[in-house]
């Protein structure tokens, strides 16, 4: 059974830059896309982007600027950095598989984080 | 960006009832379509991808219909476990997007 776990910081500081990891378990982080989504509280999901283990990358165009993803296949990890935050970015942060195949869909999902962005 | 519009944003129903949702996209987006479920304070679960096809262990009183434009979700016979928010999400074109979450209450 395929796990993946958020970590990192719960409190970011405005203009800071918040960090996450996701730790996947039970398979191989090798040969999938892997996808970053936030969820404010209340509110619905969206799509940052996505992240290929050969390191290729799609960002949202709405937070293209200041989303950089990443991944380390040696230990089965990938992470997101998100720049210059502000109260906007308050939310809760999903790592996400996407399911193999051509039509997508996010198939395994971390139990989420919560991120706030306050002095 | 391919907007994702849901109708309604939340329904009031009884277990054994029929609930349909339905959710629109912007512009075609052929059957690159999935469905979730979300139950508060957990992450989404995936219910069917490619518009139609069941993901696995999800229980066959879901289905889901369509392919360009409109797209529907419908649970047979509503269960008590069902009670949930729901998000259509397509997977044509990046940045992916999402509908705004239909809300299925308990009458």
């Known amino acids: 059974q395929v796990q993946l776990q958020e970590s990192g910081p719960g409190l970011v500081k405005p203009s800071e830059t918040l960090s996450l990891t996701c730790t996947v378990s039970g398979d191989s982080i090798v040969s999938y896309y892997w996808s970053w989504i936030r969820q404010p509280a209340g509110k619905g999901l969206e799509w940052i982007g996505r992240?290929?283990?050969?390191?290729?990358?799609t960002y949202n165009p709405s937070l293209k600027s200041r989303v950089t993803m990443s991944v380390d296949t040696s230990k089965n990890q990938f992470s997101l950095s998100l720049s210059s935050v502000t109260a906007a970015d308050t939310a809760v942060y999903y790592c996400a598989r996407v399911k193999p195949g051509v039509y997508g869909g996010l198939d395994y999902w971390g139990r989420g984080t919560l991120v706030t962005v306050s002095s | 960006d391919i907007q994702m519009t849901q109708s309604p944003s939340s329904l009031s129903a009884s277990v054994g009832d029929r609930v349909t949702i339905t959710c629109r996209a912007s512009?075609?987006?052929?059957?690159?379509l999935n469905w979730y479920s979300q139950k508060p304070g957990k992450a989404p679960t995936l219910l069917i991808y490619?518009?139609?096809s069941l993901q696995s262990e999800v229980p066959a009183r879901f289905s889901g219909s369509g392919s360009g434009t409109d797209f529907t979700l419908t649970i047979s016979s509503l269960q008590p476990e069902d009670f949930a928010t729901y998000y259509c999400?397509?997977?044509?074109?990046?940045?992916?997007?999402f509908g705004q979450g239909t809300k299925v209450e308990i009458k």
């Open positions: 490619a518009a139609s």
């Open positions: 999400q397509q997977s044509h074109t990046t940045p992916r997007t």
């Open positions: 992240i290929f283990t050969s390191g290729s990358t």
């Open positions: 512009q075609s987006i052929s059957g690159y």
